[in-house]
């Protein structure tokens, strides 16, 4: 993947967290995922007073892409300013996967810091369920 692509969905993930509702954590997470066939999906978190019923800015993203009908992804940008990486929680590794074994994952806590891991790296040992045909 080349640099300016990586910039680019840093960018627009980083952007993304101006619409973040964390009024709990105040922490503002912001996702991109490119799609094959160039379109970028854009989500941030959602937090909400029963916590289980908020939902993380990686699966606002995916299903997005999943709802318009796209499931070849690209690459994914995940962007939040902190001490730590915002790697992905566990649930949403398992929503990243069921669409995508070999993702490239973005995971920066500025345009310059930044780490690439695939999500077979961050969900090597993956739950799946045969599909009834």
């Not at 993203?61 to 994914?76: C, P, Q, W």
């Amino acid at each position: 993947m080349n640099e300016k692509i990586i910039q680019k969905l840093i960018s627009i993930a980083k952007s993304s967290t101006k619409n973040s509702y964390s009024p709990y954590s105040n922490y503002k997470v912001g996702a991109a995922l490119l799609t094959k066939s160039e379109k970028i999906f854009t989500g941030t978190n959602i937090e909400n007073a029963s916590f289980p019923a908020g939902m993380c800015a990686e699966r606002i993203t995916v299903f997005k892409a999943v709802s318009e009908g796209l499931k070849d992804f690209e690459a994914l940008a995940i962007y939040a300013e902190g001490k730590n990486y915002p790697f992905p929680c566990g649930i949403c590794r398992q929503v990243i996967v069921e669409f995508c074994k070999d993702l490239p994952i973005i995971i920066a806590k500025s345009e310059k810091d930044f780490v690439i891991k695939n999500i077979s790296e961050l969900q090597p040992s993956i739950f799946e369920f045969e599909k009834s045909k």
